[in-house]
């Protein structure tokens, strides 16, 4: 009796710890993320409103409806239903109305829907032929401000055999867009009552991020009106009176961009963005934020000593402060510059990623945020302290999540970088096979924010790591500038540097080295396998290693002769940013390659060129196409798809 008494003791034990073992985040898990965007505050302070996208896997895509949520008591409400999606959600200024875009019962597209606040179904507004790419109300809520693309042949009937293509462009060819043709994004002028649409600017010129001035007399907008605006990246603000037939009057002579043109409340002011360097064109930049007169003058930059890139200038109601964000060494934080001061205070920040930025009352806001463990949900920033709002993701609190910390090495050269682990726990006990997932951009930092793709590979038994190399932001111009006509050198010394770090720490295991990349990740991966036979697999998604084949087949021909000049005037520098491919008999890591069909930000060539250098030398690979997939990978069975084969190819060779 006793005997049996004492086993049955660690059966229930075992019983309880198999009840409340989590299980780890796999890649079906990707299709139950929600995705939070575009909260925008009631004019009475009460509701935020927001997109949220789920993916409907009957029709293998996401699909976005408007929610709100109350900002003074626990209510939540979902707005839209249905097989259409609703979204970029705009509250009319008396707060009468809701006003989104949706395409449902439309042959043009997305068109403007307005909701009631008193009651009753959504209408159809508009009835545009072009593109709408954005709107905004008017501050006296009778008109709207629509950016249209020109409509030509939007709702005709496709032909059975399309007619040709005639291209004449410099920039010729753009990701998603595809071929490009002379077709220009104007502003116009919807009056709601009326149901009229009436010209506001035209000719051969491109306008963008469009603002009223509070009093409702002006517009605001970007636009590049240099001779050659496609050799160029001198974008300006302009300003425009709401009448059609006004003229343009321009705010900005900065060689380099302005953008997101801000009005403040008291319409006595304009904050923006521009670039720090003065030139034309270059990769290699941060956006600082400037203010000025509303008539252009006396304009300051506001952060240049901040020496981060700045983004989503937003003002407080009362004028008397203008926030911003910052991206600094793996964070993205909540700032402000207070107008009277003329000071910059750091508003809220932590181990963590700040997205978007909404105005409250005084003081106080809505953002995005997203953590190493959720992805993002809306809070409020009130006094510097956060509340969270919305729990859509907290699904996640039934699944176990790898640990993430930040770490530091030190590259070759002394160069002091900066990243991410992911670990099966914090102890780190035993070294683990790992992979060394390699961000794109270049311009771009890895974060204190969810990354499903890393999570995924931790989850499945992987230490892996995110390195912000020389190139990525959040280190200061000089960090940024460091890899300017010299791809593949700087960067693999930061990654190598980091795998050292990282196995004379005992998590990674030096003899089950992967790594892996996306765009410009891959072609970091490419770099890096042609350096260093360590590595036992690699993926390499949407890159390229025959450099000189990309000039004319992608979207980069303006930053390839800034950058590099062309091909045939630094035949050896194309030549020698082209070492992977021209080294490959150097690689001995068996390599998947990925890309879409569609893709003309990297072209599949890329993949193909590599695919086929080591094919040809026996080195294990593969190649997988996703049809009418363009750079990024959108569609969720593709998704999936993308990271069961990254398990599986790890797995293959380094467990």
């Known amino acids: 009796m006793k005997k049996s008494i004492l086993l ?31 909260p925008r505050v009631s004019p009475d302070d009460k509701w935020v409103v927001y997109s949220l996208s789920t993916v409907d896997t009957a029709k293998d895509a996401r699909i976005s409806h408007l929610w709100m949520r109350s900002l003074v008591s626990d209510e939540s409400i979902e707005l839209t ?37 008193r009651g009753g179904e959504a209408k ?47 920039h010729y060819k753009q990701d998603i867009e595809g071929y490009l043709v002379h077709q220009y994004t104007h502003l116009y002028l919807f009056n709601i009552e009326e149901k009229k649409l009436d010209t506001l600017t035209k000719g051969n010129t491109d306008e963008k991020m469009a603002e009223w001035s509070p009093d409702g007399t002006r517009v605001a907008f970007v636009s590049n009106r240099t001779a050659d605006p496609e050799r160029n990246d001198n974008d300006d603000i302009f300003t425009i009176e709401a009448k059609p037939g006004s003229s343009v009057a321009k705010l900005t002579n900065w060689s380099g961009h302005d953008l997101s043109p801000k009005w403040s409340p008291d319409g006595k002011f304009i904050a923006y963005l521009r670039s720090t360097t003065d030139v034309t064109y270059t990769m290699y930049d941060q956006d600082v934020l400037c203010i000025m007169n509303a008539d252009g003058s006396e304009s300051t930059a506001l952060t240049l000593q901040v020496d981060r890139p700045v983004t989503v200038p937003t003002w407080s109601k009362d004028s008397k402060n203008l926030a ?43 953002v995005e945020l997203s953590t190493p463990y959720r992805p993002i949900e809306l809070y409020t920033v009130d006094g510097g302290k956060l509340q969270q709002l919305t729990h859509h993701q907290d699904w996640l609190d039934s699944l176990k999540l790898a640990h993430v910390e930040g770490f530091n090495s030190k590259s070759k050269d002394g160069t002091s970088v900066s990243g991410l682990i992911y670990t099966q726990d914090s102890t780190h006990s035993k070294k683990s096979p790992f992979v060394l997932y390699i961000h794109g951009g270049p311009v771009w930092q890895d974060e204190y924010s969810f990354d499903e793709e ?8 992987y230490a892996v790591a995110a390195v912000n190399y020389r190139g ?8 940024i500038k460091a890899i300017n006509a010299d791809w593949g050198n700087k960067e693999v010394k930061d990654l190598l540097g980091a795998v050292d770090e990282l196995i004379k720490r005992g998590i990674a295991d030096p003899d089950h080295l992967g790594i892996g990349g996306w765009s410009y990740g891959a072609i970091l991966t490419d770099y890096t396998i042609a350096t260093d036979t360590r590595f036992k697999a690699g993926i390499a998604g949407a890159g390229s290693a025959l450099q000189t084949s990309m000039y004319g087949s992608d979207e980069y021909v303006l930053q390839y002769e800034n950058e590099l000049g062309p091909p045939w005037k630094s035949q050896d520098k194309w030549i020698k940013l082209s070492y992977p491919f021209f080294h490959a008999d ?23 060129q590599m695919y086929m250098a080591l094919k040809s030398q026996n080195i294990p690979t593969e190649l997988i196409l996703y049809p009418n997939t363009f750079h990024e990978i959108t569609v969720p069975s593709y998704q999936v798809d993308r990271l069961t084969r990254y398990v599986a190819w790890y797995n293959k060779y380094l467990k």
Request: aromatic share 10%; with cysteine.
């Open 8 to 38: 049955a003791v660690p059966f229930c034990l075992s019983l309880a710890f198999a009840q409340t073992v989590k299980p780890p985040f796999k890649p079906s898990d990707f299709l139950k993320i929600k995705a939070l965007s575009e």
């Open 81 to 117: 239903h249905g097989a259409d999606s609703a979204n970029n959600a705009r509250w009319s200024p008396d707060g009468k109305y809701l006003a989104f875009l949706s395409s449902r019962n439309s042959k043009n597209g997305a068109q403007v829907w307005l909701l009631d606040r």
């Open 124 to 170: 159809k507004l508009t009835d545009i032929k072009g593109d709408l790419n954005d709107y905004s109300w008017s501050p006296d809520s009778k008109q709207l401000l629509l950016t249209i693309q020109d409509p030509e042949a939007k709702a005709k009937e496709e032909p059975k055999n399309p007619l040709p293509i005639r291209i004449d462009r410099y």
């Open 324 to 366: 911003f964000l910052v991206s600094d060494d793996r964070r993205i934080y909540l700032a402000s510059y207070d107008i009277g001061t003329k000071k910059i205070n750091t508003v809220n920040s932590g181990k963590y990623v700040i997205s978007n930025i909404v105005p409250l009352m005084t003081n106080k806001w809505v």
């Open 454 to 461: 890393r999570q995924t590979l931790a989850c499945a038994g």
């Open 472 to 479: 990525s932001y959040g280190r200061g111009l000089n960090y």
């Open 586 to 608: 150097k690689i001995k890591t068996p390599v998947m390659f990925m890309s879409g069909l569609k893709d003309f930000n990297v072209p599949t060539a890329g993949s193909e």
